[in-house]
């Protein structure tokens, strides 16, 4: 029996069109697939490994951070470490870069990960995932700093992310389409199963988490409006919401039906001093990237995500994705305004 294209086919293949490809980049990227299915294996198993709830320790942007936070954040850099292929990374979960230990070569490539996104799930059992993106080092493999980590989002080389939902799935784009694969947990191998995802441009489904509604930006508020006025009101159209607080599987679904996802800016964010609710090195610039490939769009409100310039490491931005039609609606309103 033929079991479909894997994940590691389907790379190497890739790969072997890009000329002056050594290699390095394939071995990277199936050592991160390694490292997303022993997370998947972590997160099925959840309380019979004793893997639920929380570590007792906080992450620089001073969140709890959850057993699993910590678990999926060591088995990346376990997986990732020591083949050569790194200079070095970035998480969510740890306040610097990662160096590579002196005991392993060093490669061309950064990594940056948000190892579990979504992780108010865990413990309900509801779908969580990894994040993730590849760079080049700019400044050289020698003594790569905070500095050669701030790329703008169209810089990245690939980006892609891990679902942990009712199958695993793994989601990656290398700048020419977007790619979908599901894990075959009998013989441990990503097949491709959705491959050229794109997302439709129309759409009659939102999701935000309506509990801000009050701090909302203006044309969010204005958007909002129409969609719920249904049919009556200026959209002409009933809208459908959906809310998983878990971005993974929130843009999953967009990918595969569509729809719009929005974490704006609010007056509760900028009362904390912060930009944005999700960062912009581990969620939203992987993220834009695999959208805008599947033919959508991502924008902080006035602005594409992708073409920011990042300003520290751990920097957060408001994150408006999905159908195109929808996103650039919401562009609109916010030009508009001013
Ligand atoms: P993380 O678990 O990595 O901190 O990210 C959670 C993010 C994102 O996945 C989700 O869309 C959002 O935070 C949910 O936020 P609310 O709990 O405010 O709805
Ligand atoms: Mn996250
Ligand atoms: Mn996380």
């Known amino acids: 029996m033929h079991h479909g294209t894997t994940i590691t086919q389907f790379i190497s293949e890739e790969q072997r069109r890009v000329t002056g490809a050594t290699g390095e980049f394939t071995g990277l990227l199936n050592d991160i697939v390694t490292a997303c299915k022993m997370i998947s294996h972590q997160v099925n198993h959840?309380?019979?490994?004793?893997?639920?709830?929380?570590?007792?320790?906080?992450?620089?942007?001073?969140?709890t951070q959850?057993?699993?936070?910590?678990?999926?954040?060591?088995?990346?850099?376990?997986?990732?470490?020591?083949?050569?292929?790194?200079?070095?990374?970035?998480?969510?979960?740890?306040?610097?870069?990662?160096?590579?230990?002196?005991?392993?070569?060093?490669?061309?490539?950064?990594?940056?990960?948000?190892?579990?996104?979504?992780?108010?799930n865990i413990?309900?059992?509801?779908?969580?995932?990894?994040?993730?993106?590849?760079?080049?080092?700019?400044?050289?493999?020698?003594?790569?700093?905070?500095?050669?980590?701030?790329?703008?989002?169209?810089?990245?080389?690939?980006?892609?992310y891990a679902l942990y939902g009712p199958s695993t799935m793994m989601v990656?784009?290398?700048?020419?389409?977007?790619?979908?694969?599901?894990?075959?947990?009998?013989?441990?191998e990503f097949i491709l199963t959705h491959p050229d995802l794109k997302i439709p441009a129309e759409t009659q489904e939102f999701a935000i988490n309506a509990s801000n509604q009050r701090f909302w930006d203006?044309?969010?508020?204005?958007?909002?409006?129409?969609?719920?006025?249904?049919?009556?009101?200026p959209r002409g159209k009933d809208f459908n919401m959906r809310w998983i607080a878990s971005m993974v599987a929130e843009v999953h679904r967009i990918l595969v039906r569509g729809g719009v996802f929005m974490y704006p800016?609010?007056?509760?964010?900028?009362?904390?001093?912060?930009?944005g609710k999700l960062r912009l090195l581990y969620e939203a610039n992987p993220m834009s990237f695999v959208i805008e490939q599947a033919g959508g769009g991502s924008i902080t409100g006035p602005?594409?995500?992708m073409e920011l310039q990042p300003e520290g490491l751990h920097q957060r931005v408001p994150v408006i994705l999905g159908s195109r039609t929808e996103v650039e609606r919401l562009q609109a309103y916010y030009r508009e305004q001013g």
């Open 303 to 305: 602005d594409r995500i």
């Open 218 to 233: 203006a044309p969010v508020k204005r958007y909002v409006e129409e969609c719920l006025a249904g049919s009556e009101g």
């Open 172 to 188: 990656l784009t290398t700048g020419s389409g977007v790619n979908g694969f599901t894990l075959d947990q009998n013989i441990g």
């Open 123 to 160: 413990d309900v059992n509801v779908s969580v995932g990894t994040i993730f993106s590849i760079l080049r080092c700019p400044g050289g493999k020698d003594k790569p700093t905070i500095r050669d980590f701030l790329q703008a989002g169209t810089q990245q080389v690939a980006a892609g």
């Open 66 to 120: 959850k057993k699993l936070d910590v678990l999926s954040n060591e088995l990346f850099i376990q997986s990732t470490e020591w083949a050569g292929h790194l200079a070095a990374m970035a998480s969510e979960e740890m306040d610097d870069i990662y160096q590579i230990p002196e005991e392993y070569l060093r490669g061309k490539y950064l990594l940056t990960f948000d190892p579990l996104d979504g992780s108010s």
């Open 46 to 63: 959840g309380a019979l490994v004793g893997a639920l709830g929380t570590a007792g320790s906080e992450n620089v942007q001073g969140e």
């Open 265 to 275: 800016m609010d007056e509760k964010i900028r009362a904390k001093g912060q930009g």
